[in-house]
């Protein structure tokens, strides 16, 4: 069977020409409101194509399929098949595919062949007042370490240079399965696979966070000095109210502990604002914390009510959506000043980054303080490959491989760079 990955129809070969799929299946998120929202759409684009015979079967499978299939069904009869999150198997029948993915850890890769997400756990036994997320994918289940180190080594083996360690709470790791959290000696046993030159962690939650995890990030060199920390909040009382298991001083104190310990690391983070005990004095505070804790990069979302949660039930969704809006402009404009200035203290620097594509004469490319998807990008003119190496080189030779730059510009958001 020949898969395509692809993100729009009609599908088209090297040549231009369209190619007529014979199943698309999608993947959709329940998250939140939004990302809700982008999975119809998703599906709605996949009818179309099946309509326009670009697609003879559409597929549907994930959190939005498994939470809402009945409603889904109902609105959606041109989808050939929903199955939940664990239906692999039904899924592959409904295919055609024989094969269980049982006791298989090869996967087909949707991200360029130099980096990969390795998932190290599924589930999450938090239960944040706003999060759907452990009803729909149950309890923490990390999986072995030994599995996923014979995943990585297969995944170094056709070429990937980076990891991206995820999982719906990765700090939690082993716990469940050792008695003890192994996140460190995770990392650093993945470091030491053939292959693997960078491994990065995301979805790192705050509360009991392992502190070991720390010496590994400022001594092994292959770990990224990246971390993404979701912290949510910074106010005590509405961390309580969503039921964070941490409280403002300990956030504050785990920050400085992080930045202490793990010299010039780039912590990345998420807050919601508008949840129901957020009033404009905890705001405020919000806008102090980020404003003394400079993150890096921040990302934010406006509270949105999910059925069946603890916050959906126990509160009011009592701030008006203005209120929320407002809120998240005013965060969103402090943070672009702090990524701002950070990006404008890089100019002149020396970096060591990742070359992901190049198209339209440049170069984009990564260095250890950038995640595919979710940061900026440096962006490096073609010229500069031949000012540097002369004209033996061809841009796609440079793709997946490692290289020197120097930061000559920045935005708020991306950076430009010349090879050295
Ligand atoms: S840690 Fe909290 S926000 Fe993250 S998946 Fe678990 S319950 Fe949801």
Redesign the pocket.
């Known amino acids: 069977m020949e898969v395509v990955v692809s993100d729009r129809f009609p599908v088209r070969d090297a040549k231009g020409n369209v190619v007529v799929m014979d199943a698309v299946a999608l993947n959709t998120c329940g998250?939140i409101n939004d990302a809700k929202e982008e999975s119809v759409n998703a599906v709605l684009s996949a009818i179309e194509a099946k309509k326009s015979g670009y697609v003879r079967a559409v597929y549907v499978f994930g959190c939005l399929s498994q939470r809402y299939r009945k409603e889904l069904m109902a609105e959606m009869p041109e989808v050939d098949g929903f199955f939940g999150v664990f239906d692999y198997d039904d899924m592959l029948k409904a295919l055609g595919v024989s094969e269980s993915v049982e006791g298989s850890v090869e996967r087909h890769l949707t991200t360029p062949g130099h980096y990969a997400y390795l998932k190290i756990s599924e589930g999450?036994?938090?239960?944040?007042a706003?999060?759907?997320?452990?009803y729909i994918?149950g309890r923490h289940i990390s999986v072995p370490m030994e599995q996923l180190l014979e995943e990585a080594g297969l995944l170094a083996a056709r070429g990937v240079k980076e990891l991206i360690v995820v999982a719906?709470?990765t700090t939690y790791y082993g716990l469940d399965l050792y008695g003890k959290r192994k996140i460190a000696e995770l990392l650093e046993l993945l470091s030491k696979v053939n292959g693997i030159e960078w491994i990065r962690l995301h979805?790192s939650?705050p509360a009991q966070f392992p502190e070991d995890l720390l010496k590994v990030m400022a001594e092994n060199p292959k770990i990224c000095k990246y971390l993404d920390i979701?912290l949510?909040h910074s106010s005590g009382k509405v961390l309580e109210s969503m039921k964070?298991e941490i409280n403002g001083i300990q956030t504050q104190n785990l920050i400085g502990r992080i930045r202490e310990s793990v010299p010039g690391v780039v912590l990345r983070t998420t807050m919601i604002v508008g949840f129901p005990t957020e009033d404009n004095r905890e705001f405020v505070k919000l806008l102090e914390f980020v404003r003394k804790n400079k993150f890096e990069r921040l990302g934010a979302f406006t509270y949105s009510e999910e059925e069946g949660t603890y916050g959906a039930i126990h509160y009011r969704d009592s701030v008006r959506k203005s209120t929320k809006q407002k809120r998240f402009d005013a965060l969103m404009e402090l943070q672009a000043e702090i990524s701002r200035s950070w990006n404008e203290s890089r100019r002149g620097s020396e970096e060591t980054v990742i070359i992901d594509s190049f198209s339209d004469g440049v170069f984009v490319a990564r260095s250890q303080f950038e995640s595919p998807e979710v940061d900026g990008e440096i962006l490096i003119d073609e010229s500069s490959l031949y000012k540097r190496f002369g004209r033996d080189v061809e841009p796609c030779d440079i793709i997946g491989t490692f290289a020197k730059v120097r930061i000559t510009g920045s935005d708020e958001y991306d950076l430009t760079a010349e090879f050295i």
Do not use: E, L, T, V
């Open positions: 998250f999450c036994n938090r239960r944040c706003y999060c759907s997320i452990p994918r719906q709470d979805y939650y979701p949510q964070r």
